[in-house]
């Protein structure tokens, strides 16, 4: 038995159905080439898969889920996408692997190496995007229960309106300086982290002070190559590509059951997102009172008063 175990990225369940794994499997993807991390939480009926944001963050931010899902009968799947955290990190030069349509096709080998049908997407933020995504392409498949998009509008037009207001806000001087360094592309300038960080993130992205530990794990954790390629440097300059992404003349065609939840001081108009259900033929909206983007965390009694219901109503 002993030459049998080996460390490294293995499904020991694989050798020995019985073996226990504490819920983590790792599944692949990209034709088998790499593997990705997932870990099952509890057991029920409604089984939600977690699709985390960034592009480049992980699952670690989600863990305050495990406090509200579980407990109230439902099964939750963490899952590291392609080059975060625990899942397998590719060269980052390999560019073809950093892509909408890619990231969607693993969100499908995650579905079926798990082994899920009927099940729920969560999808926050980047993962938003990605849940958008997978319901146009595969609500006529039967798998797919429903979708949540928490924290994401439905395009990038639309987020970066949302986010230069906030950018407005900054004192005269402090947004003079961060408009010249984003024009000269500067990024590298200690002073727009001190921005971002000190002056506006805590306004828009998580209003909790200190921001909960499992947050700032996250971020220290963030593949920012990954980011960087798809994003942008910042939240309030998108050259990666995802720029020109827009769903709001495809939101008409999504027929599952849908949520919406924003926040009222998310960098994400929650306007915006009370307008993305009104396009949808089965869904609905709700909107955090003085949450941010983190709403599960700055808004939690809020945001989950709103999930539980939608859940148990599938």
């Not at 592009?55 to 099964?75: A, K, T, V, W």
């Not at 073809?96 to 969607?104: D, M, P």
């Not at 958008?132 to 309106?161: C, D, P, R, T, W």
């Not at 209003?207 to 190559?225: A, D, K």
Request: charged residues 25%.
């Amino acid at each position: 038995m002993a030459d049998q175990i080996k460390i490294g990225k293995l499904n020991i369940a694989d050798l020995n159905p019985t073996c226990r794994t504490a819920g983590i499997r790792w599944i692949p993807v990209v034709n088998g080439k790499y593997k990705v991390w997932t870990k099952k939480i509890g057991s029920g009926k409604t089984k939600v898969l977690l699709l985390h944001g960034g592009p480049g963050f992980n699952h670690e931010y989600f863990e305050c889920m495990e406090d509200f899902l579980p407990p109230n009968g439902f099964e939750m799947y963490y899952y590291d996408q392609l080059g975060c955290c625990n899942s397998d990190v590719p060269n980052p030069d390999d560019k073809s692997l950093w892509t909408i349509s890619r990231y969607l096709e693993e969100v499908e080998e995650v579905r079926q190496g798990l082994g899920l049908g009927d099940f729920v997407i969560l999808g926050h933020s980047w993962g938003g995007i990605l849940a958008i995504e997978y319901a146009l392409k595969h609500q006529h498949e039967g798998h797919l229960k429903a979708i949540v998009v928490s924290n994401m509008v439905a395009s990038i037009e639309s987020f970066l309106v949302c986010s230069g207001k906030w950018k407005k806000t900054l004192p005269p001087d402090r947004l003079a300086l961060c408009e010249k360094i984003e024009s000269e592309e500067d990024w590298e300038n200690p002073e727009y982290e001190k921005i971002m960080m000190e002056e506006l993130y805590p306004k828009m992205i998580c209003r909790i002070q200190p921001w909960p530990e499992p947050f700032t794990r996250c971020l220290r954790h963030v593949n920012m190559g990954i980011y960087v390629h798809m994003q942008g440097y910042s939240e309030f300059v998108v050259t990666g590509n995802l720029k020109g992404w827009d769903s709001w003349d495809r939101l008409k065609d999504i027929k599952v059951k849908a949520l919406m939840i924003g926040a009222e001081h998310d960098e994400m108009d929650p306007e915006e997102m009370k307008k993305m259900a009104e396009m949808m033929p089965n869904a609905t909206a709700a909107i955090c009172p003085g949450g941010s983007h983190m709403a599960f965390w700055d808004s939690q009694e809020a945001y989950f008063e709103h999930l539980l219901p939608f859940l148990r109503s599938l």
